[in-house]
């Protein structure tokens, strides 16, 4: 299903209880003989990568990482850009870096140390937070 601030993939068909366990890091195919057709007919590559290739691509282009469900029917949720999957609470500092930043795209440190009043330190570990928060790429 496609929404303004996600898309929603659905597989009512679930996951092995194996792959639901170990999601992300094992990989079982759930027809072999399909499996092996595929493989043959060189439509498989990476096996098992998926997943991890998945957020990489996501991070990298600056959105949130996919969220997924694995509890009865396997469902992935893709964040859009421009919104954000957790609101994560701001302290003021990062919010003033955010508005510095929406304003002046590449500031660079010394400036946004001048701007807010704080040491490169300070900035740094801001600039981490948000970063972590997935509001910086």
Do not use: W
Not at 14 to 33: C, D, E, Q, T
Not at 63 to 87: C, V
Not at 95 to 113: F, G, H, R, Y
Request: charged residues 30%; hydrophobic residues 35%.
């Amino acid at each position: 299903m496609e929404y303004d601030d996600r898309i929603e993939i659905t597989n009512p068909g679930g996951l092995l209880p194996l792959v639901a366990k170990h999601f992300g890091r094992k990989s079982l195919s759930r027809n072999p003989y399909i499996f092996s057709l595929f493989m043959r007919m060189n439509l498989v590559e990476h096996v098992g990568s998926g997943i991890g290739r998945m957020r990489e691509l996501m991070l990298e282009a600056g959105l949130s990482e996919p969220q997924y469900e694995t509890e009865g029917m396997f469902n992935i949720i893709l964040i859009r850009k421009g919104y954000s999957d957790n609101h994560p609470e701001l302290s003021d500092l990062e919010q003033q870096v955010i508005e510095l930043m929406s304003m002046d795209a590449k500031p660079t440190i010394d400036e946004l140390c001048e701007k807010i009043g704080r040491k490169k330190s300070t900035i740094y570990n801001l600039l981490k937070s948000l970063r972590d928060k997935g509001l910086l790429k």
